[in-house]
């Protein structure tokens, strides 16, 4: 690890459990979305977590910024736990971490011009004058690939493509540190896909931006990410700078999961690995290593005893016994 590195969010331990009642209220059991995870995000860096649909990746960054409360854990940003914050405090700490979303159509009110939407979070924040407001907004409009006229449009008036740099628009006016991308390309065509990803790292360098990127494909995590996290039903099972990952994957569910991402070169053939099962419930996740109703390679202790998170290679983290 490089020494010049410098975390800019450390989250440990990070539980979220939701209850879940019967039609008399009572609690009937608890859905554990998210049920350990723990990694670090570096400035400068972008951290992807991966996993299927339902694992927990974006209840997790939600958690993260408390657009829901946390049941347990810390999240250090700049040394501050943000999950004890009290409610003035977080919201100055809200400025600096920031959220671009699967679908930014959705959160966009259809009647307001883009330009006062984006002014709105400018507002909030207490930032600038009403002048020096629309300054910003028109600067980042085109520093977003949109143009100066695009302030007096509506949000039905963009393509998903613009839409979701109106999304990045909206997050960097706050001139964040943090920013937690939600799937924000998954909505997206492959060819535009490519261009938010690129226009992602070209505001990373330019804004010195850290992300949170979150997606189910972690051939598109790949392209963007410093390190990978990967999710299986709550838990982070390995995470590793994104070449150690790729290279040599270590918890047989990421094998399975590089398995089926295509080769560059056709002509080289791999063994698919096809996970046998469905994913369990959350509401009753399997007993010892959450894996083993899947695994190939499970063996008794796995049924009973959980595996501890363990630097099985340098910067390289992994939980199973196996390893
Ligand atoms: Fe498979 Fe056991 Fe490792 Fe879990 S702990 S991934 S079941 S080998």
Do not use: W
């Not at 400018?122 to 143009?147: A, D, F, P, S, W």
């Not at 494909?217 to 299986?232: A, K, L, N, T």
């Not at 569910?253 to 398995?259: D, G, I, V």
């Amino acid at each position: 690890m490089s020494a010049k590195r410098k975390p800019i969010l450390e989250v440990n331990g990070l539980k979220k459990h939701f209850s879940v009642k019967d039609s008399l209220g009572r609690t009937k059991g608890l859905v554990k979305a998210v049920n350990d995870v723990s990694f670090t995000l570096y400035e400068g860096e972008t951290f992807g977590l991966v996993g299927e649909s339902g694992c927990g990746k974006s209840t997790t960054g939600r958690t993260i910024l408390r657009l829901i409360e946390p049941t347990e854990g810390t999240a250090l940003f700049n040394n501050q736990n943000i999950f004890q914050l009290s409610n003035s405090d977080l919201r100055k700490v809200r400025k600096d971490l920031q959220m671009v979303f699967q679908d930014p159509y959705s959160s966009l009110n259809p009647r307001i011009r883009i330009g006062n939407a984006l002014e709105e979070t400018m507002i909030i924040h207490n930032l600038g004058t009403k002048k020096e407001r629309m300054e910003t907004v028109m600067e980042i409009l085109n520093k977003v690939g949109l143009q100066e006229d695009h302030y007096y449009r509506y949000p039905h008036e963009f393509s998903g493509g613009q839409r979701q740099r109106i999304g990045l628009a909206r997050a960097l006016v706050a001139n964040p540190k943090v920013i937690v991308c939600d799937e924000p390309v998954s909505a997206l065509d492959v060819s535009v896909q490519s261009q938010i990803i690129n226009l992602l790292r070209k505001l990373q360098n330019e804004f010195k931006l850290s992300y949170l990127f979150i997606a189910h494909d972690i051939s598109v995590v790949r392209h963007i990410s410093d390190r990978i996290g990967v999710m299986y039903l709550g838990n982070m099972v390995e995470d590793a700078p994104t070449e150690s990952l790729f290279a040599s994957p270590l918890h047989p569910y990421t094998k399975a999961l590089l398995s089926a991402v295509p080769l560059p070169n056709p002509g080289v053939k791999k063994e698919r690995i096809v996970l046998q099962g469905e994913i369990p419930s959350p509401l009753n996740p399997p007993s010892g290593c959450i894996f083993h109703t899947r695994c190939p390679y499970v063996k008794d202790v796995c049924r009973t005893v959980v595996p501890v998170r363990k630097e099985a290679a340098p910067d390289h983290y992994v939980s199973c016994h196996l390893v």
